[in-house]
């Protein structure tokens, strides 16, 4: 496939997005920005959410991984069930009740001002690096596909993706992402289907063939039950619970959306048919995972032995220009969908939480969400490049490891503060939410020879979460909250 024509596909599909743009940032303020006016109709935003939850790492890390992990990864979507239920029951109700635009707001009001500042730099750090890392799954890709052969270097590639993300979100914000992460979602669920599809016609499949290869093949496990093995099934299903409590309910990202809807009702609606969904787009990125495999070994190809590789390589270098156009306007698709309202929520989060931005007028709010922007925008360019020279790892094992050490002081913080009664010295709580994360990771490295040969997954997550809460426990003052005794009476 040309990169003129690769980069002909990109230049439209931004013409649509920044078209969308115009659309929805007429007559905007910070409201728009930041909660679209709390008027986005709730089955939109569940749509849209599809996008935004993926990303290019699902895209192609999950079809990637399935030969060295079968169907073994739709345990931890299982577990994704079991946490949007808790969001939609426990954490929505709260921030709608509370009225928030910054979700981190409510750590102030529970214990602090160093709880709530220890709060939002923690989403921060997890969701810039979370973010850059998916991201530079897709700004691989087309540097593979088009910018190693215009001789353009990775790092000029990575500034042109952020500033053209850069130049559809900077005015609208949530308002504009609302619409174009539906379009986005779209393409991406049309690229899988459409792959899929032309892989099993050109291997002389029918539907019922399809399913019936996919099932007898060496990839379809699903559930493993050595207690031993990171994939067994109870480590990997509650560590997709908790996940999903985290990287959904305790990020800015995930619950501005749900913020933006009417109200708590429309809100939860979304949460419900959102996670049916999802378990249903897991279940096809799986299949074509299977099927790139099954091609493969079918026409005596010989594969990257990066996972991450073999969706990309197949479709730039065997597949028909067609199906490559397909998964370049797929992984597109999916990963700006995450990219623009990470970016979004990034600059809210730092407005709200760090730069007083209720105590200013429209005029300094706009200039103030303008500089901050771009700020977040160049952060993210500088941490992706750090990324392509550290990284040796799979992506979707580096997003959840991230997730692990960053989302765990959030998972601490809010289970502390929902379900006890007790205060705690505020000013150790920065402290403790850094221990936690050290101990975490001595505790991971060395469990195989201290927990008699258990090893660690991505269950890190719920170690770090239970040591910040230990943590907590022991500096608390066995105080009851004005807040808490509000909210045993709702």
């Not at 990109?10 to 709390?38: H, M, P, Q, V, W």
């Not at 954490?91 to 750590?107: G, K």
């Not at 049916?276 to 079918?298: M, Q, R």
């Not at 939480?353 to 303008?370: A, G, I, P, Q, T």
């Amino acid at each position: 496939m040309s990169s003129t024509l690769i980069i002909g596909l990109i230049i439209g599909y931004f013409c649509i997005l920044i078209f969308i743009s115009y659309l929805t940032s007429k007559n905007t303020d910070s409201e728009t920005f930041f909660l679209a006016n709390r008027q986005s109709p709730w089955y939109v935003v569940a749509f849209g959410m599809i996008g935004t939850s993926l990303s290019g790492v699902t895209f192609v890390s999950i079809p990637g991984v399935v030969k060295v992990a079968q169907f073994s990864y739709l345990q931890l979507v299982l577990g994704y069930l079991l946490g949007y239920l808790v969001i939609a029951t426990v954490l929505m109700p709260l921030y709608y009740r509370l009225n928030l635009v910054s979700i981190y707001t409510y750590l102030e009001q529970r214990f602090g001002y160093w709880s709530y500042k220890t709060g939002a730099a923690f989403f921060l750090l997890a969701r810039t690096l979370g973010a850059s890392i998916r991201l530079f799954l897709v700004a691989g890709v087309l540097q593979l596909a088009v910018f190693d052969e215009l001789g353009v270097p990775f790092a000029v590639s990575v500034i042109i993706t952020i500033l053209l993300i850069w130049v559809y979100t900077f005015r609208g914000g949530m308002k504009t992402i609302i619409w174009t992460d539906t379009f986005q979602t779209t393409a991406m669920l049309v690229a899988v289907v459409t792959t899929i599809w032309l892989i099993s016609d050109e291997l002389n499949m029918g539907f019922q063939g399809l399913i019936s290869q996919v099932q007898a093949s060496d990839y379809s496990q699903v559930f493993f039950w050595d207690v031993k093995d990171n994939k067994y099934f109870l480590k990997q299903f509650f560590s997709g619970a908790f996940i999903a409590i985290v990287m959904t309910g305790l990020d800015q990202d995930m619950m501005q959306k749900n913020l933006s809807c009417k109200n708590i009702g429309e809100a939860q609606k979304n949460m419900f048919w959102f996670s049916i969904i999802l378990v249903f787009v897991n279940i096809l990125f799986l299949t074509l995972g299977a099927l790139l495999y099954i091609y493969a070994e079918s026409k005596g190809i010989t594969l990257p032995a990066k996972g991450d590789d073999v969706y990309p390589f197949l479709a730039l270098e065997y597949f028909p220009p067609f199906l490559g156009i397909v998964f370049i306007l797929g992984i597109i698709a999916i990963t700006y969908a995450s990219a623009d309202s990470a970016l979004t929520a990034l600059t809210t989060s730092f407005c709200v939480d760090f730069l007083d931005f209720k105590n200013r007028s429209e005029h300094e709010r706009v200039r103030m969400r303008y500089i901050v922007h771009m700020g977040v925008s160049i952060v993210m360019v500088l941490v992706i490049i750090a990324f392509d020279i550290l990284n040796d790892d799979n992506v979707i094992t580096a997003v959840f490891t991230v997730a692990g050490y960053t989302y765990g002081p959030l998972l601490g913080l809010y289970t502390f503060g929902l379900y006890t009664k007790k205060a705690v010295r505020d000013r150790y709580v920065p402290i403790i939410c850094v221990i936690a994360p050290i101990l975490t990771y001595i505790v991971s490295k060395n469990s195989v020879e201290w927990l008699w040969g258990y090893e660690f997954g991505f269950e890190v997550l719920i170690l770090n979460g239970f040591l910040t809460f230990a943590g907590l426990l022991a500096i608390s003052s066995g105080k009851i909250t004005d807040l808490e005794l509000a909210r045993e009476e709702v």
